[in-house]
């Protein structure tokens, strides 16, 4: 990832002011692919009992970077819009401990992206949830229709 | 059960709300994101207050769609909670139990949800209701329907698995 292409990935985040609220950072982004951290905050738990967050907060995490690994998709040409996600959750966040997600767009359409998310805190080998979903895609137009 | 005695309106009320306003009010990502619950006997309907921090997309502005899933979570745990605990609260009554320091039972923990976007949540409030479809002793699964202006036409709706807690 080059600094130029984290930036602009991060100020995408930094525009939705649902993510801002979150502290959600970008970690790396490739080709269709996107990595995202959630730090730790008391406001997010979810059950008081254990302290662990919420798995709505998770959810957002992992929206938003199944969201940016379309924007890194190379065919992408415009807005997207998520049209269902299913969350699996194995296991419950660690208290004080940042969530990652990392997300792949592995296929498009001229209509929908597919996108595959995994989110965990210590070990990506042991994640916390995984999703799947798929968004609204607008394909880049062709070479020939940008030239006229 | 005949020799039960019919109880006080504002008896029932109280107990109902406060054992409600315990489970919803301890937990704080409902409170950050501004969620609360209207009860009419034992229904409940979500509200998501809107505040501008809810925003996912600035142009059309629309409620982010992580944040919409999270509504739709919190309204089918609460649910679950109180619907399971429901029974235990109205058998016990307000005579024999101080329902402002009684514990309240362990929140269920969720396998899977799935969720989808059928409209952008507009920039106003949202509405949300679930239902237990079944409710074992272990496993849970609930459906959630939300809608902001019009009951009939919903912008999001979600079934999810519950580990229910031992």
């Not at chain 1, 080059?2 to 939705?16: G, R, S, W, Y």
């Not at chain 2, 309204?75 to 402002?100: C, N, P």
């Not at chain 2, 679930?130 to 079934?159: I, M, P």
Request: glycine share 6%; charged share 25%.
């Amino acid at each position: 990832m080059t600094p130029e292409q984290k930036k602009a990935t991060q100020m995408f985040v930094d525009m939705l002011p649902h993510c801002r609220e979150l502290n959600i950072r970008i970690e790396d982004v490739g080709p269709a692919r996107a990595v995202m951290a959630l730090p730790y905050d008391t406001k997010l738990v979810g059950d008081p009992d254990t302290g662990v967050i919420h798995g709505g907060a998770v959810s957002v995490l992992m929206d938003t970077c199944g969201g940016a690994s379309i924007l890194m998709h190379p065919e992408n040409g415009g807005s997207f819009a998520t049209l269902d996600i299913r969350i699996d959750y194995m296991r419950a966040a660690k208290p004080e401990r940042t969530v990652f997600a990392e997300a792949f767009c592995f296929h498009v359409t001229r209509t929908v992206a597919f996108v595959r998310v995994t989110a965990w805190d210590e070990d990506q080998t042991d994640p916390v949830a995984t999703a799947s979903a798929a968004f609204t895609f607008t394909p880049r137009r062709p070479k020939a229709e940008a030239v006229s | 059960m005949s020799a039960r005695k019919i109880e006080d309106v504002q008896t029932l009320k109280e107990r109902r709300d406060s054992v409600l306003k315990r489970m919803t009010a301890a937990v704080p990502y409902a409170r950050f994101m501004g969620i609360s619950f209207d009860r009419r006997g034992d229904e409940l309907t979500a509200i998501l207050s809107y505040t501008p921090m809810l925003i996912g997309n600035p142009s059309p502005a629309a409620i982010h769609g992580g944040a919409t899933s999270a509504f739709l979570e919190v309204a089918a745990i609460t649910e679950l909670t109180w619907s399971s605990f429901w029974q235990v609260m109205e058998d016990r009554g307000s005579s024999a139990t101080d329902w402002s320091t009684e514990p309240l039972p362990p929140l269920p923990k969720t396998i899977d949800f799935t969720v989808d976007f059928l409209r952008p949540g507009l920039p106003r409030d949202a509405y949300a209701r679930a239902v237990v479809n079944r409710s074992g002793r272990r496993y849970a699964s609930v459906r959630v329907e939300a809608w902001q202006d019009n009951r009939s036409r919903l912008f999001a709706q979600a079934t999810g698995h519950f580990l229910m807690p031992e």
